[in-house]
């Protein structure tokens, strides 16, 4: 058996009166794309907030590759190895698509207190950000202003920012929303391709993708995890059906 | 659209510096260069001195601009690291003159470039405690502590009776430089030329390198700056120390040029003239902060000379300026252009 790549153990987050997340425990293998299902407000961003680091979880642990990683500030994780990608896309909109990952190669290659050379003529960061804008799908972009581009075309350039700090977990959330079918068709095509490089944490709405990708599925409902295990158990659990796809009347 | 279309010439002007903007720099370093000679011609020596004036608002514009323009903190108290830097150089001056010691430690001095040098250092540092503090915040609070923290500055020095108080520091002639006339008026506008030409070159570096493009990054959007692994802070607290370096190294030649410190260099009404002169002349572009302080400089001198109310009516044409050019008049000068 070998150790988890991302553990939580009793992660419990309070806002107020509201329990966000009450004593969230999962593991999850090296290679795995675990999704984390859920009816809106069922407190799956926040969860991943928690593991990201934009916010501190009350109480628990939450061990990246066997390491506590709780304590430390968003930017130390990205340096142990995690990524995340935004719902709602945060990017550089003044930048061009291929700065906005050359940068991400930049940071991944060390400190940022670099002051004389100029940062645009950096042949080999641009050659590794053209890789991976490549493995997107958005290569022929690459000159285009973040602010130019279409919503589907921003989530596809998350991923490719995301995969560009070279991350061992990398977190998605909502990577199809608000994406066309045809997107959509292509975000599941890509992540697919991506399984077993990089251990994947996937909330999700679209079921469709959930199931077609997901190796194992949590479902989160009030903040707690309900059920965890392959598409098919979360289906047929009873518990999980009036919770939470029975109501969404499919 | 209209903001849309700014910006793509902001992020393609910052960075782009084809070989005939080279050319066109040189061109325009040489012509400052002959404005003391020209003046003398004809006859209007007082040019220098307003020429002298514009070079050292621009360099404080300039680092104030890294801050304000490339990376989007709105300080409200930058005058106090101006008016820090000009009594570091009157307090030496002073010192220098009696004899005596500061603290009854450091020496005084009379020599430009180790006043000038000192002056950077102490701006630095000054940056370095402000800003350590300030950073904590964002938005507003972080206005109202950066001004706090220069009204501060500003009261102590108008209680520091030693050196003046509220009346300022007086020097009987300017600092001096080896080999160099420094006290004569064209020598010295060719050495703050020389300066200010020097940080607009180091501005230039700064922006375009690797920190440069992670301060904008962070103007941008620092949750994204964050997911890429930058801790905002540090990025943020260098660059405002260089800022206060810069401010500092303006207010120490003001301090020399007028032969005259006062608290008034750290007013709060100099931190928003100076914010103005960013603002009028181009947030965030390499040349707009030298365009400002060169509009706004003129535009007191021409309106003070015709009616007593010449604040009134600077602030019309301040707003016409910035509601029409949205940008500033480096975006004006970009369109007449034509590019």
Known sequence: MTSPMLELRGVCKRFGGLTATDDVSLAISPGELHAIIGPNGAGKTTLLNQVA????????????DGHEIGTLPPWERVGRGLARTFQIT????????????????????????????DARSDPDAHAQATQFLQDVGLAASASVRVADLAHGERKQLELAVALATRPSLLLLDEPMAGLSFVESQHMVALLRRLKGRVTMVLVEHDMDAVFALADRISVLVYGRVMATGSSDDVRANPAVRTAYLGEDGD | ???????????????AFPMSRIVIFVIAVAILALVPAGATALHMPSVTGFATQVLIYAIAAMSLNLILGYGGMVTFGHAAFFGVGGYVLGILYQHSAQRSAFLALVPGTDNLAV????????????????????LRTRGVPF?????????????LFVSLKTYGGDDGLMMRRRDVVPFVDARDDISYYLICLTLAVGWLVLTWCLVRSRFGAVLSGLRQNERRMMAIGIAPYRYRLVAFVIAGAGAALAGALMANYLRFVSPDMMHWTKSGELMM??????????????????????????LAAYTENWQFYLGIILLAVVMTTRGGLSALLDRASGR
């Open chain 1, 53 to 64: 680091g934009e916010l501190r979880h009350d109480a628990g642990a939450i061990l990246l």
């Open chain 2, 143 to 155: 206005i109202m502590i950066t001004l706090a923290f220069a009204q501060m500055l500003f009261f």
């Open chain 2, 1 to 15: 659209m209209t903001s849309d279309t700014l910006e793509a010439r902001r992020s393609g002007r910052t960075y």
């Open chain 2, 115 to 134: 006043a000038l040098l000192a002056a950077v250092l102490i701006g630095a540092a000054t940056a370095a405690v402000i800003g350590s503090l300030s």
């Open chain 2, 277 to 302: 002169m960013v603002i009028l002349g181009g947030a965030g572009t390499l040349f707009g902060p030298i365009l400002g302080a060169a509009a706004m400089l003129a535009l007191e001198t021409a």
């Open chain 1, 90 to 117: 945060q990017l550089l909109p003044d930048e061009t698509v291929l700065d906005n990952v050359t940068l991400a190669v930049q940071v991944q290659r060390g400190h940022s207190f670099r002051f004389f050379a």
